[in-house]
């Protein structure tokens, strides 16, 4: 069974920095992509950025530029830079982990808070 463990939220001011952290753990498929989500109270989650096991990468409009996902393949740790924050950011940011097998399997974290105020 595969877990994913976030860490890395908190609060932060307006144009600062946070750096959020997902380690996975256990038995991971090896045709896999990972990306971060996150959602507000009331609101759909909503991708943030995606990366493939081959690094191709993917953002949502609202964070390219500023956000910059990565991972440690031999860590199995994926990474969310998050820079110029702004108020709109905050959210629960969580952590998915997505195999494709014959099927797709999706994995969550638990999610980590963001909140990006004065």
């Known amino acids: 069974q595969v877990q994913l463990v976030e860490s890395g939220g908190g609060l932060v001011q307006p144009g600062g920095s946070l750096r959020l952290s997902c380690a996975a753990s256990?038995?991971?498929?090896?045709?896999?992509?990972m990306g971060w989500y996150r959602q507000v109270p009331g609101k759909e989650r909503e991708l943030v950025a995606t990366i493939g096991n081959l690094g191709t990468t993917n953002y949502a409009n609202s964070v390219k530029g500023r956000f910059t996902i990565s991972r440690d393949t031999a860590k199995n740790t994926l990474y969310l830079q998050m820079d110029s924050l702004k108020p709109e950011d905050t959210a629960v940011y969580y952590c998915n982990l997505r195999e494709y097998r014959s099927f797709v399997v999706n994995y969550w974290g638990q999610g980590t808070q963001v909140t990006v105020s004065s």
């Open positions: 256990g038995s991971i498929f090896s045709s896999n992509a």
